[in-house]
């Protein structure tokens, strides 16, 4: 999708905040609350546009949106939160209208959302955490690349910038006979060993100690921020701030595939030299998706194990049709894939009422059993539907049909 203007950019506190609302579909929009002491209006028109591809991809009824707040990691708690709650009340015409439904991000947990909702006026319930559903998409993404580059026996190295919590989640989900992190970072540092992390001392080392498991991991040699993005591996998982994959170090990339769990990480530059030396770089806005349509069969009331299973069944084909067409039409995944997603949206059906129907339906859901059963299966099959249609889509592309 070519990088159009936003709909709407709205600054408070003299620029220190930015909500960018990129498209509307049915007069809506989603997307989370990235915060950074740094975070720029281009870095969040950027994210924005990343949330429009991601939903038009997955034939999600909501526009892309994003919002940027810079709050210094050094903040107290109390002085975030209260920066969070003004923000909420500079944003609030668009949350109560349904315009703008912000969601958690980097620096941004369900604490911080309903600190922006308070502010708003809004009482937020229960918020669903997405880091399990979009480690589960990047995985799935990691064993589709597998699959399809029809690899022998062996152990693949993986290198993960940005060891946090989706990537946590990743490292419960990948065979430990397959595959093995041997590079990691945090804002802390990065750090090397060779012979592989044990999966539970990255797993219990991040739940103790957070940013700083790098200084107790046993084996750790510690290394450049940047060789973790060159480092000799067969995966590179970017898991951090966007454009991390640029001009200036992508001629020294060593990964086979790039799988991101990051929004962004690639510059147009980088995408042009990796696809040239022949490294793969799939969108994050198809690998990281889960966390935006596998929350949503969760939050439809889907058991995990049914959400693995679609995502098993349907996800992993879609993947592995867009490295069979890319090959096939000699295109940068990316750029096939923004294709796609850009004719999604330009197809998109508006029905009318919309929003009248999703509050009738969202009053019925809360009521009644049976038609919470009812709209669990309308959901796993809307999904599932989605899912064949982009796979044949991408089966089917040639240049013409866009």
Not at 104 to 120: F, H, P, V, Y
Request: charged residues 25%; aromatic residues 6%.
């Amino acid at each position: 999708m070519k990088p159009n203007e936003p709909l709407l950019v709205i600054t408070a506190a003299n620029d220190l905040a930015h909500t960018v609302i990129d498209s509307l579909v049915n007069g809506t929009s989603s997307g989370g609350v990235r915060i950074a002491g740094d975070i720029t209006l281009a870095e969040t028109k950027a994210l924005a546009r990343e949330m429009t591809l991601k939903f038009s991809l997955f034939d999600l009824p909501r526009g892309g949106a994003k919002s940027g707040i810079r709050i210094p990691d050094s903040a107290p708690l109390e002085e975030k939160r209260r920066i969070l709650e003004d923000f909420g009340r500079c944003i609030a015409p668009l949350m109560l209208r349904g315009i703008y439904y912000p969601g958690t991000d980097m620096n941004c947990n369900q604490e911080d959302l309903k600190a922006i909702s308070r502010g708003a006026g809004i009482v937020m319930g229960s918020v669903t955490d997405t880091a399990y559903f979009t480690a589960l998409s990047v995985a799935d993404s990691i064993l589709a690349w597998e699959e399809f580059a029809g690899l022998g026996p062996g152990v693949l190295n993986i290198a993960i910038e940005g060891f946090g919590h989706v990537a946590s989640h990743l490292a419960k989900r990948l065979p430990k006979a397959r595959f093995r992190i041997t590079t990691i970072s945090t804002r802390r540092g990065a750090v090397r060993n060779q012979d592989g992390f044990e999966l539970d001392d990255l797993i219990s080392g991040r739940k103790a100690s957070g940013e700083d498991l790098i200084r107790s991991l046993p084996g750790a040699k510690q290394i450049g921020m940047q060789e973790v993005l060159t480092a000799d591996v067969d995966i590179l998982v970017p898991s951090a701030r966007t454009w991390t994959l640029n001009e200036n170090n992508a001629a020294e990339v060593k990964a086979r595939v790039i799988v991101p769990v990051a929004n962004c990480p690639y510059t147009g530059e980088a995408v042009e030299i990796l696809h040239q030396r022949g490294v793969v770089c799939l969108p994050g806005f198809l690998t990281n998706a889960g966390g935006v349509y596998a929350s949503s069969l969760f939050a439809a009331g889907l058991r995990l194990e049914e959400i693995e299973k679609i995502s098993a069944t349907y996800f992993i084909p879609v993947v592995k049709s867009l490295l069979r067409k890319s090959k096939e039409r000699g295109l940068p995944e990316m750029e096939l894939a923004e294709r796609v997603a850009d004719k999604r949206f330009k197809n998109r059906p508006v029905p009318s009422n919309a929003g009248f129907g999703a509050k009738v339906g969202a009053i019925l859901n809360s009521r009644a059993p049976l038609l919470r059963d009812l709209s669990r299966s309308a959901r796993a099959r809307q999904i599932v539907e989605s899912l064949r249609k982009l796979d044949f889509e991408i089966a089917r592309y040639e240049s013409e049909d866009i």
